[in-house]
């Protein structure tokens, strides 16, 4: 059975606000470095409340995105006063600051207490103070999702004899056991999370994503719509729905379908069946797709889109693609850039010997 931990956890949007920000901007549920501003940034969190005077704080974790040529530094101060007069300094300095930061947090708060994202506070007082410094020195963009601080909760150190409970080295060696058994469950516990496709992420999604041979997309929201729908697609994969379907999704656009029967010269309503054989040939076992002629921008995206479609047509089937070309139907009355008359004016014939032209008004009093 895991351990009991009692965590303080920080990972929504409004748990960040009330710090100081400098060169650091809410993204979502975390912070991020605002690269538009500088290379360097820091965000104070406001006093943490542990509601006991004296208490220790032990162990901290902090869940960052660190792509490479980035860095995270933790600083931290501890009291019982909620009033420090360093805090409040700091702000006003921060909002006329147009330099790097690091000296003058460090200035404040002492040196950092760790680089990494999982480390020891060893900091004493009922309020705590925390400051995350980011850095990058390249183009990629540090960011900061969750923080958790552990409260209280079992420790090894909890079942041994009174006499080894009091040995401050004893605890600290023990917590380097207790803190991997207690995240060791905790990954137990977490793990439903970690492998549902409604809230992963990246590669992570990419991979559910193969287990249901979802292709990937580059919309996580359309990946995860593809992998809802994943069971009820895969059985109406090679219909005609689902032939359709794909050449949506592959192209953006609606095609038209026509299979062989629907246009058989054979049948007996085809007014012209040399027509059809020379549109669609005899081929019991084609189908054609009619997509706009501007489905493809190039000829090499035509032939991908043809690869693709290979595999999701049904077997023993030959997909034959026509690309319509946009054209002109001339009506009797047709619009050419000037009014133009395609064909002759004909007036109707009432009998053999009265036509009505098109200056005849029908109608009226007189001719009631």
């Known amino acids: 059975m895991a351990p009991i931990q009692q965590q303080m956890v920080f990972q929504c949007a409004e748990q960040w606000l009330g710090g100081l920000f400098y060169r650091v901007a809410p993204q979502g549920d975390g912070l991020c470095l605002d690269r538009d501003r500088g290379s360097a940034g820091v965000y104070c969190l406001r006093a943490v409340d542990s509601g006991e005077k004296g208490f220790s704080w032990r162990r901290a974790a902090v869940e960052a995105d660190l792509p490479p040529n980035t860095a995270l530094r933790v ?99 023990l917590s380097i056991f ?18 549902d496709y409604e809230y992963v992420q990246g590669d992570m999604l990419r991979y559910l994503a193969s287990w249901m041979c979802v292709d990937w997309e580059d919309d996580p929201d359309l990946l995860r719509a593809r992998i809802r729908s994943a069971l009820a697609d895969h059985e109406s994969l090679y219909t005609v729905e689902g032939v359709r379907r794909s050449v949506r999704r592959l192209t953006g656009r ?73 054209c002109v139907q001339l009506d009797w009355h047709t619009y050419l850039g000037i009014n133009s008359t395609v064909g002759g004016y004909v007036p109707a ?19 009631e």
């Open 178 to 195: 207790d803190s991997l058994y207690a995240d060791m469950e905790r990954a137990i516990d977490d793990l439903p999370g970690r492998v």
């Open 254 to 326: 609606e095609p038209i379908l026509i299979e062989h029967f629907q246009v058989s010269p054979n049948r007996p309503e085809c007014r012209d069946p040399e027509v059809y054989r020379r549109l669609y040939g005899e081929d019991p076992y084609s189908f054609f797709v009619l997509l706009p002629e501007d489905a493809f921008a190039n000829q090499r995206e035509r032939k991908e889109f043809q690869r693709q479609m290979e595999e999701v047509i049904p077997a023993g089937m030959t997909m034959r693609m026509i690309q319509l070309k946009q």
């Open 75 to 173: 600083y931290a101060f501890s009291s019982d006063d909620r009033d420090w007069a360093a805090w409040e300094e700091l702000g006003r300095t921060l909002e006329s600051l147009d330099e790097d930061p690091g000296p003058l947090v460090r200035e404040v708060f002492g040196p950092p207490v760790s680089d990494q994202e999982d480390f020891l506070l060893q900091r004493t007082g009922r309020y705590l103070w925390l400051a995350f410094e980011l850095t990058t020195a390249g183009t990629q963009t540090p960011s900061i999702r969750r923080l958790r601080l552990w409260m209280a909760g079992d420790h090894m150190i909890d079942y041994l004899p009174a006499i080894y409970q009091s040995q401050d080295f004893t605890r600290r060696f």
């Open 349 to 367: 014939a009432i009998n053999e010997q009265v036509t009505i032209h098109y200056d005849t008004t029908i109608g009226g009093e007189r001719n």
